[in-house]
């Protein structure tokens, strides 16, 4: 354990009623989160998500938040739109946790999210984050040309079972598991044949259900190696810094701060697969008692019940959903 996670585990979020101090973990959604609106009562009401909204729109030299508030579902559902859109809502609640005293010991994010997670911990600029974000949307997307990609989600077949059978379907199309969710949630991607393939076969070997998705690349797969290398070029134009906390990474699961590590995890998380069980486990482990998903969704929360009932989770996507954290926080103990 490196001195400055020693320290993190000792640092103070809040104490509730008088009760043991709890330490916290945020966690922040990637991409399929976005809806037409998010951001919109924070933009209304707080003068630090003007900033953010602002601050992106001239960072990115378009303005993401007319996409976030008055844009189409379309507009919106592009890669290169949702990535940045999403990291600056995500952002903005962070920040406003913070001016009501809570803030993280410790924090993870599905994909994209990781990205919203450095900018928490102070590894990542705001700015540099959300112009690397539409960056990889665009990389990702120029990856594999429209048409030739998919993925899928798998329901009620464990891992082990899924990643035998993308392997046998490969045959046919490159394919193979790219999102361990949550148990009984499993995503793969590849070559549309062989994603197609697969979907057959696990559908025959008994899941409760195999869909395929309507996103616009095999996300997390191999097939993003060329993203991941125009990423590492970008990555090499900003400055990271150590992580104020540990953040859980997508690509193993393992606890970092390092800036180096970090740098070399969000390349390899473009083109492998994000192994978002392990990331919680690895926030359980470290003492999170309380989770936090900061951005628009639940999905998240959802995924944490899967994995361990006894976790107490809660969201921030919008004031409604602030007052409740609020309130559910004063309680706990």
């Known amino acids: 354990m490196t001195l400055l996670t020693a320290l993190a585990a000792l640092s103070i979020t809040f104490r509730v009623n008088g009760a043991d101090i709890m330490k916290t973990a945020f966690i922040f959604p990637g991409q399929g ?39 189409s579902e379309d507009d919106l559902k592009l890669t290169a739109n949702t990535q940045p859109a999403i ?25 994209l999210g990781e ?18 974000v539409h960056k990889r949307g665009q990389f990702m997307q120029e990856a594999v040309p429209v048409g030739e990609g998919a993925m899928a989600a798998i ?13 046998e379907a490969s045959e046919l199309g490159e394919v193979q598991a790219v999102n361990f969710n949550c148990p009984g949630q499993t995503v793969i991607a590849g070559k549309i044949a062989g994603v197609e393939a697969a979907v057959e076969k696990l559908k025959s070997t008994g899941a409760k259900k195999a869909v395929i998705l309507p996103v616009s690349a095999p996300f997390h797969s191999t097939l993003m190696a060329p993203a991941a290398k125009k990423l590492s070029v970008e990555l090499d134009k900003v400055e990271l810094h150590d992580a104020a906390f540990p953040i859980a ?64 989770s809660l969201n921030v996507e919008n004031i409604n959903s602030l007052q409740k954290t609020l309130d559910a926080l004063k309680n706990f103990g």
């Open 115 to 132: 990205y919203s997670a450095l900018v928490a911990a102070g590894s990542l600029k705001f700015r540099d984050a959300v112009v690397l």
């Open 33 to 71: 989160a976005q809806a037409v609106g998010m951001g919109k009562d924070f933009y209304d009401n707080f003068d630090v998500a003007k900033k953010f909204f602002d601050e992106a729109d001239d960072s990115l030299g378009y303005s993401i938040k007319k996409i976030c508030f008055d844009g």
């Open 155 to 167: 329901l009620g077949l464990d891992d082990a079972t899924i990643i035998k059978i993308c392997a």
């Open 87 to 111: 990291l600056v809502v995500s952002v903005i609640v962070n920040e406003i946790l913070k001016s009501e005293g809570i803030t993280a010991q410790i924090a993870g994010g599905h994909s």
């Open 249 to 312: 990474a997508n690509v193993n699961g393992e606890l970092e701060t390092s800036a180096e590590d970090i740098k070399n995890n969000l390349v390899a998380q473009a083109d492998n697969p994000v192994k978002w069980i392990a990331c919680v486990e690895a926030m359980k482990n470290f003492g999170a008692e309380i989770f936090i998903e900061c951005g628009p969704g639940k999905t998240l929360c959802g995924f944490n019940r899967r994995i361990d009932k006894k976790i107490r």
